[in-house]
Nanobody, 119 residues
């Protein structure tokens, strides 16, 4: 009964900031990668940022979509991830989804949280 619960979405002005959170509960297997995706109306869901943790070293590597590099920062603490979003523009308006990748044991999606940036 794995659940990913997002929070922190809302409405902000151009140039504003938001911090999203996602916590995975009920997990039975190791989560290799936790990520943020987003989907705007009429567009495909796209990867925003990902955090992959090495179970042997506990070191986390991150990667970002070109559109958010320098503005967004993903961080991870065990089964919780955050997305600090700065310098938001109307192009960032979308539903943001948390994603957990268990490798051979499958994946899980959160229900999404709305981010709206006034133009």
């Amino acid at each position: 009964q794995v659940q990913l619960v997002e929070s922190g979405g809302g409405s902000v002005q151009n140039g504003g900031s938001l911090r999203l959170s996602c916590t995975a509960s009920g997990t039975k297997f190791y989560i290799y990668t936790m990520s943020w995706y987003r989907q705007a109306p009429g567009k495909q869901r796209e990867l925003v940022a990902a955090a992959t943790t090495d179970p042997k070293t506990d070191a986390t590597s991150t990667n970002y979509a070109d559109a958010v590099k320098g503005r967004f920062t993903i961080s991870r603490d065990k089964d919780t991830i955050y997305l600090q979003m700065n310098g938001l523009t109307s192009e960032d308006t979308a539903v943001y989804y948390c994603h957990a990748d268990f490798k051979q044991f499958g994946v899980e999606w959160g229900q999404g949280t709305q981010v709206t940036v006034a133009s």
